[in-house]
Structures are given as C-alpha cells and as structure tokens.
C-alpha cells in the first residue's frame, strides 16, 4: 500500500510526510539538511518546530508550501499529494504567516483580514455576504473585531500580529503555519499569542504548525513538539515526553547550556564547586542561579537559606555569616 492509499482512512492526518529529504542541488553538488523526516500533524492540535539555525526548519514550511519541494519523499495535505495541487488549492488547505513587514499606508484592520478571503474571490473580486460573514467571525474568534476600523500604523506589535493571524484564519484553510510569530513581542504578548493559536486548534479544529525558537512559551503552549537536529531524524511526542526523556537537550549542542528538568528554561550548568545550599526549594534555587552567572565568587562551604524573615546564613571553615539580601551575599562574596 502506498502512501496515497494510507491516506484514504477516515482519520488521515492535515498534513502526513513520508521519509523526506530536504536540501538543495547546485552547481557544487547536493547540499542535503535532512533526510528521514516523517511526521503527521493533526487537526485540533497546537504543534511547534524547534532545532538550532541551519538544520532545515525553513527549507521543510517550504516543501510542505510546495515552494521548494524535497528531493525525496512524499508529503500530503490531508488525503491529497501537494504536488498535484494548484497554487490556489494549495491557499485553500494551508494558511501561511510570516514574519513580514506590513506596509502601514492607510490599510485597516478590517481590510487586511479581508484579504484572506483571495483564495476565494481572487484579487479583483467582490466580498459576498458569505465572505464578510467569514470575515468578522475570524475577527470575532481572535478578539479584534473593536479595531477593525484602525489603520495598521496604529496598532501595537501585538495586536498587528493578532491582525495577520486573523487574516489567515479567513482563508478558512484546515491548516495554518506561523514562522516566529512571536519573535518581536513583549513576554506578556508572546503567551497571548501562543494561548490564542492553542485555543483556535482546539475551538476551530485547526492543524496549526509554528516554528518558534522560544522554548518557555513553546513547553507552556504546545500539544506537540517537532525537534529537528543536524544529521539525525525529527523527533516528535508530548512537550512533556519529550523534557522527561531527554530529547529536548538536543536544541542546546555542547556543554555549555543545559535545560533544567523543573522549569524547562535554559540555563549554565551547575559550577562543580556548588556549595551545600539549605533551605526552601524556591529559594536555594536563586542562590544557585548566582553562583552559575558568577564563577568567580567566593565559595562558602556551606549556605543556609531562611523564609519569613528572609536570610542568608554562610558558613566557612572559621567562621559564619548573617546577610540579608542576595545582593548583600554576592557583595560580600566578591571581597
């Protein structure tokens, strides 16, 4: 059986890829990035693509996108061969966002959202009352309906962003893809957005893939992660799965860095010459963090920390110390 003929049971994925390889020929040969990736990405699902620069992120939107196809491999949108479909098939199966300049001019809100209706009307065409439905239902569905009538100049990053995901909902592809759609907002924004693409896979049942170096908002946000690394196959599984099993530390080569088991956040690895550190869980955790961002500090042989009234108790060989700040301990410690 083929990969065409898998494809035909009731529950085929948005997107299936079948042992691609993904790379470029030129004049100096074959520059292969990966090969052997394989993935399924569902409906009603928030899917995320990692792996350091380099290693094919790119070049993988653009053989899905059919814009520069693998050298080898199948790929499907839904139960249909991407390479057998039409441009304007291919906009009406997947949405794209990228990270794009919008030109401000006197474009609104309203209007910009519009435009994902062209894969329906084409450039010169007419919005029908089915087409405006779609239109402020999207805007509706992402919470912008307030400012349909601002220019884009005026918006923030944020909301410009919120803007552009509305105008590829309107296309009312079953897929959407987003490149870095958070690479330029604040923290507060960033988890804004993320929350509203989780909330539109699971409310609209849509496929949606981002590519997204930010791993804080990537282990909160995701249902699924897709790791790309160098020469080796795509992992995928649970963002959980995936932290508990190791699989994430492939994002942070050498050694350098580490990602800590707890918190998912990427970090120095501990000094080897840690002191003993004592007390709250919440609270050893910061002291630690000043000793891996400054080696060069004194080091106690052991630390003692206290809540409620906050303390810090360090002990040497001859003598003990009473502080009261973290900053008053790295002062101290810096003599």
Same mark, same amino acid.
């Given at each position: ?22 790379? $470029?020929?030129s004049a100096q040969g074959l520059n292969l990035l990966a090969s052997g990736v394989s993935f399924d990405l569902h409906r009603g699902e928030l899917t995320c693509l990692m792996g350091p ?65 062209? &894969? ?9 009352? +089915? ?27 944020? +909301? ?13 592809? &079953? ?19 993320? $929350?509203?693409l989780r909330d539109l896979a699971k409310k609209a049942g849509k496929a949606i893939l981002v590519v997204t170096h930010d791993l804080e908002v990537a282990m909160e946000t995701a249902d ?10 795509? +992992?995928?599984?649970? &963002?959980?799965?995936?932290?508990? +099993? ?55 042989e052991r630390i003692v920390v206290r809540d409620q009234p906050f303390g810090i108790r360090l002990f040497f060989a001859d003598r003990t110390e009473e502080l009261n700040g973290i900053a ?8």
């Open positions: 059986m083929d990969g065409k003929d898998k494809m035909t049971a009731a529950n085929f994925p948005a997107i299936h890829a079948e042992e691609l390889e993904l790379g $470029y020929r620069n380099g290693v094919g992120k790119s070049t993988l939107l653009k053989a899905i996108l059919h814009q520069h196809p693998p050298l080898k491999g199948s790929i499907f949108l839904e139960n249909e061969a991407v390479r057998q479909l039409s441009d304007r098939e291919r906009a009406r199966k997947v949405a794209v966002v990228l990270t794009e300049k919008i030109p401000a001019g006197a474009m609104t809100v309203h209007e910009l959202v519009a435009l994902g209706r062209v &894969p329906h009307t084409g450039w010169w065409g007419q919005l029908s009352p +089915q087409d405006r439905s779609v239109v402020k239902r999207v805007m509706d569905m992402t919470r912008i309906t307030q400012l349909a009538g601002k220019k884009l100049a005026a918006l923030s990053d944020g +909301q410009r962003q919120t803007a552009l995901i509305a105008r590829a909902l309107a296309q009312d592809s &079953p897929i959407l893809i987003l490149d870095e759609p958070t690479a330029h907002l604040d923290l507060t924004n960033r988890f804004e957005i993320m $929350y509203l699924t992660l897709w790791l790309m690394e160098a020469g080796k196959a795509l +992992q995928q599984g649970s &963002p959980e799965d995936l932290m508990i +099993q190791g699989g994430i530390q492939s994002l942070l080569p050498g050694d350098k860095w580490q990602i800590d088991l707890e918190s998912g956040k990427i970090r120095l690895k501990d000094p080897p010459d840690l002191p003993q550190i004592e007390g709250p869980i919440h609270l050893s955790h910061w002291i630690r963090n000043v000793f891996r961002k400054n080696p060069e500090l004194t080091r106690p008053e301990m790295i002062r101290f410690l810096q003599r």
